[in-house]
């Protein structure tokens, strides 16, 4: 199978569907209420706290705007939220691109939706390491798997995709969809999927200094081997 080349994208892309999961709640009491204003119709998808933070944002009109990522999969998140978005309806989603015929027959053949804007940031790694007497395995538990994996998926597809991962962009991104009637263009994407992979690659830079900063007994002390 080749590489899969594009060369025919829409520079404005309207945003329906909105994937929102983020540790730092930050900013969510302005950029919900005003991609509903935007966009009367449309759909967000979460999990776990940032489902709880945006259902009491919204009011009565959760019912309408606010969907759990589970009920969307069909698959119940996993004990402790481990697997929550790592699905294929998700990042089918995220990755298919509009003049593909593939994936469109895909998205009907899977009843799922392309997700137009994804709003991630990550579990607070950094934060979590420079507490006094962390142990590794506090570390480890605070690796997010699936927040990096959305964010690379949707900034890969800044064809199409707006990947947010600051809160201090939530102003431009508003202001882009007033702007374009409730649509994103291809520089704001751009510039978001910059941003995006520079968020991933410190996050992971920091993971990888700190286990290589752990001794061996730091790390086998933690667990009961048998």
């Known amino acids: ?56 944002i919204l009011g009565d009109a959760a019912a309408k705007h606010l969907v759990q990522v589970s009920d969307y999969t069909g698959q119940p998140e996993t004990q402790g939220g481990l697997v929550k978005t790592l699905d294929f309806k998700i990042y089918l989603g995220i990755l298919t691109e509009t003049y593909n015929d593939s994936h469109q027959e895909d998205l009907k053949r899977t009843a799922a939706v392309p997700i137009d804007m994804v709003v991630v940031n990550l579990y607070p790694f950094e934060a979590t390491v420079a507490k006094e007497g962390v142990t590794v395995e506090e570390a480890r538990s605070n690796i997010d798997i699936g927040g990096p994996t959305m964010v690379r998926a949707s900034a890969k597809n800044y064809l199409r995709v707006a990947s ?54 730091s790390v086998s002390g933690c667990y009961s081997a048998s």
């Open 164 to 217: 947010v991962v600051n809160p201090s962009d939530y102003g431009a991104v508003v202001a882009s969809l007033e702007a374009n009637d409730g649509a994103t263009d291809l520089s704001l994407r751009y510039d978001l999927a910059t941003k995006a992979f520079e968020h991933t690659a410190t996050y992971d830079r920091h993971i990888a200094d700190y286990l290589a900063a752990q001794a061996p007994q």
């Open 1 to 56: 199978m080749g590489m899969n080349i594009v060369d025919r994208i829409d520079d404005r892309v309207k945003v329906d569907h909105v994937l929102i999961s983020v540790s730092d709640k930050t900013g969510l009491d302005t950029l919900v209420p005003a991609l509903v204003r935007v966009n009367p119709s449309i759909r967000i998808f979460s999990t776990g706290g940032t489902f709880g933070a945006i259902e009491k």
